[in-house]
């Protein structure tokens, strides 16, 4: 009884304009290197990066130490790696929470209407132009700094934009003779809502998806760097700027170096996400 | 006309009231025992009976909600456990410093950004148009706190032109000189969010029909983008800045955060680290306060400027 995802000519539609844009393949270039280094870090990272030595405390790079050591001693380089994991696994489940979550929600609101559905949506337009960071401060230091507070912060401040995409299509495929057929039949509710109507618009929520992670991972290095992310040692790219922004007259790299690697995973997220959405939405595709 | 600003004033308060709840709800979602928290586990079963007392967590919970919502909706925000002012008279402290900052940051976003987009809409494709997606896209990753700290290295401890921290010494050279950095360190992503919105709308417009009809009549291309397209451009422009209003307050704590100046930033990371929940409630609820405020007039004024939105 399901409608196809998307019919072949327009999936290949999708692909050839996806393939064609050239910046698309720097950001798929970027992710893949970062990827590939948080999921081989034991096997990349030069030293441990966990790993104190005294003698060796804040020295410049050297080839021995690439990207030079911190105030423990540790190896910068090594930390960075292990903190690529930190960020990606964060970013990725806790967009993966609100995609879920944001889109039942947003189901739910357009399939039962009326007071309800305005009641969630004024809620909604509330949470979207709250100030993400300070709302995911809020809830992170009222939940107390650690690894999963985090992600439920995260998903929190990042479920609105989910709940609107999954919405509007609801609301117009409700009216559709499939989902009549559906209910003539006899089918549950959340029948009709998880098997024919979820799956008509499964891309748009997934590209949109692509687009909110570059967010969640900006959140979730600047939330470190305020002191509410992951605590210590574990290495996190927002910790390893907090800590190195107190040495950061006479020791630059230690916040410069996890600066970059910050900036260039959101950019290739960003960079991702741009490329995804134009190639699904015809209106902005370069021709 | 009249009825439209009433109206969307109206609409304002059943979300306002919404807000309200969500902070109730968050605030009591802390694990554990408030009173404690605050006090230590070393604290005397008096004393917590007394704080307790005094948070009106002795109380019902529908009492609690009611009670919250009433003292807000009369202008009580809460006061600070921490220093005994009240939130509003904390935050009247410290407001000029943010508002200082994100002003000047809107308004070197709208000087570049603006141009910006425009250009990149006119060559649409061509390499003016990459360039300034591509600088507007490296824009949107910086998290500001990473570009401050850049901009710091760079300008303050390197070069030396502008001081390294605070908003350094007395007097109207030295202040401004302070403000430099960091309202160019928000402003460059404000420049950012705005050349993306501005090309984006300047792109609409000249799809439309009286712009061909405009070109067709011979209006020259200077005054056919200034007078004919970016008037009507901008409108969507206003609301987007008015929906980033948000972005730009979450990016002026970690600007200030970085060039350690003193603003709402400051304060609101003083009431974390001294977990003083009380001041911490009372600015979530001045934030939401001013965010439903800031859309409201963002929604009349876009019925203002722009005549086709229905007043009905």
Redo the contacts between chains.
């Keep these: 009884m399901t409608i196809a995802t998307s019919s072949p000519r327009r999936q290949s539609a999708f692909w050839m304009a996806f393939r064609s844009n050239r910046l698309a393949w720097l950001g798929v270039a970027l992710l893949a290197i970062i990827v590939f280094s948080a999921v081989f870090a034991p096997w990349i990272a030069p030293h441990d990066p966990l790993q104190q030595n005294i003698l060796h405390r804040l020295q410049p790079p050297s080839s021995e130490f690439l990207l030079g050591t911190d105030t423990y001693g540790r190896d910068v380089l090594s930390r960075l790696i292990y903190g690529s994991r930190v960020s990606l696994v964060v970013g990725f489940v806790a967009i993966l929470i609100a995609m879920v979550v944001g889109s039942a929600i947003g189901i739910l609101s357009g399939f039962i209407g009326g007071v309800f559905d305005r009641v969630v949506m004024s809620l909604l337009d509330v949470m979207l132009s709250f100030p993400t960071l300070l709302l995911g401060l809020m809830i992170a230091a009222m939940l107390g700094a650690s690894f999963e507070n985090l992600i439920i912060a995260i998903a929190i401040t990042e479920m609105a934009p989910f709940a609107r995409v999954a919405r509007a299509p609801t609301i117009s495929l409700k009216q559709r003779d499939f989902i009549e057929a559906g209910r003539a039949m006899g089918f549950s509710d959340s029948r009709l809502m998880g098997r024919h109507i979820l799956p008509n618009m499964l891309s748009e929520v997934v590209v949109v998806g692509s687009m909110w992670m570059a967010s969640a991972i900006r959140t979730e290095a600047s939330l470190s760097f305020i002191g509410l992310g992951v605590p210590p040692p574990t290495p996190t790219w927002g910790g390893m700027i907090r800590e190195g922004f107190e040495n950061i007259l006479d020791s630059w790299w230690l916040a410069v170096c996890p600066s970059v690697a910050i900036l260039l995973t959101v950019l290739a997220l960003n960079i991702l996400g741009d490329a995804l959405r134009d190639a699904i939405d015809p209106k902005t595709r370069v021709e | 006309m009249i009825h439209y600003v009433i109206r969307r004033m109206l609409l304002a308060i ?2 306002l009231l ?2 309200l709840t ?1 902070i109730f709800v ?2 009591r ?3 554990g025992d408030p009173a404690i928290t605050i006090l230590g586990d070393q604290a005397s079963e008096d004393a917590l009976q007394r704080l307790r007392a005094q948070l009106g967590l002795d109380q019902p919970i529908y009492v609690q909600y009611f009670d919250f919502v009433m003292r807000t909706l009369s202008g009580d925000f809460g006061r600070s456990m921490a220093t005994g002012r009240t939130v509003l008279q904390e935050v009247a402290a410290v407001l000029p410093y943010t508002i200082e900052l994100t002003a000047s940051a809107l308004l070197i976003g709208a000087i570049i950004g603006v141009p910006l987009g425009t250009t990149a809409a006119i060559y649409r ?1 061509l390499w003016p148009d990459y360039a300034s997606r ?1 600088v507007s ?2 824009g ?7 570009s401050g ?2 901009m ?2 760079a300008f303050a ?1 390197n070069l030396r032109w502008f001081p ?1 921290i605070g908003s350094g010494g007395s007097g109207l050279e030295a202040h401004l000189r302070a403000l430099v950095l960091p309202a160019l360190n928000l402003g460059l992503i404000m420049t950012a969010y705005i050349t993306r919105v501005t090309r ?1 709308s300047m792109l609409n417009v000249l799809n439309e029909d009286y712009i061909r009809t405009a070109r067709a009549k011979g209006v020259r291309p200077n005054r056919l983008i200034r007078r004919h397209a970016l008037r009507n451009a901008l409108i969507p422009v206003i609301t987007v800045v008015g ?1 980033y ?3 730009l ?3 002026s ?2 600007t200030e ?2 060039f350690s100046r003193p603003g709402l930033g400051k304060l ?2 003083g009431a ?1 680290n001294s977990r003083d929940y009380t001041l ?1 409630q009372g600015l ?1 609820v001045t ?2 306060s001013f ?2 405020l ?2 409201t007039v963002t929604d009349i004024a876009y019925g203002l400027v722009d005549p086709r939105v229905k007043y009905s």
């Design positions: 059943p979300t919404l807000m969500v968050l605030v979602l802390v694990p494709n591509l896209l490296i949107l990753s910086f998290p500001a706190f990473v700290i850049l710091l290295l401890v390294v984006a929906l209003f948000g972005t307050v979450g990016n704590v970690l955060m970085v609101i990371l974390l911490l979530m934030f939401a965010v439903i800031v859309n």
